[in-house]
């Protein structure tokens, strides 16, 4: 019903910044809870922020807190996540997640899910 496409990935030094984008088709997507989840090189994939439909409400992981900031526009049909201060440990495929009525940070909880877009930031 729903498709994402993750974009704005590469490489970057650490403390610098990136801006990742979700696009989404459907015209479903402001009812939509989105999240971003991100897969380190041999971890599970763990959750980095979600935010509310109406961007009313957002939740961040601990590790990302003050540094990464979630955000939509529902008239273009897309999700954000800006990245400041990155760090190596930050090196993952970041995912776009979307589901409605959720925006929690539960990876199985989401039923639509973009293919990734790497993220590689050097020491």
């Known amino acids: 019903q729903v498709q994402l496409v993750e974009s704005g990935g590469g490489l970057v030094q650490a403390g610098g910044s990136l801006r990742l984008s979700c696009a989404a088709s459907?015209?479903?997507?402001?009812?939509?809870?989105m999240a971003w989840f991100r897969q380190p090189p041999g971890k599970e994939r763990e959750f980095v922020a979600a935010i509310s439909r109406s961007a009313g409400n957002t939740n961040y992981a601990d590790s990302v807190k003050g540094r990464f900031t979630i955000s939509r526009d529902n008239a273009k049909n897309t999700g954000y996540l800006q990245m400041n201060s990155l760090k190596p440990e930050d090196t993952a495929v970041y995912y776009c997640?979307?589901?409605?009525?959720?925006?929690?940070?539960?990876?199985?909880?989401?039923?639509?899910w973009g293919r990734g877009t790497q993220v590689t930031v050097s020491s």
């Open positions: 459907g015209r479903t997507f402001s009812t939509l809870g």
């Open positions: 997640a979307a589901q409605p009525a959720y925006f929690g940070g539960s990876r199985y909880s989401y039923n639509y």
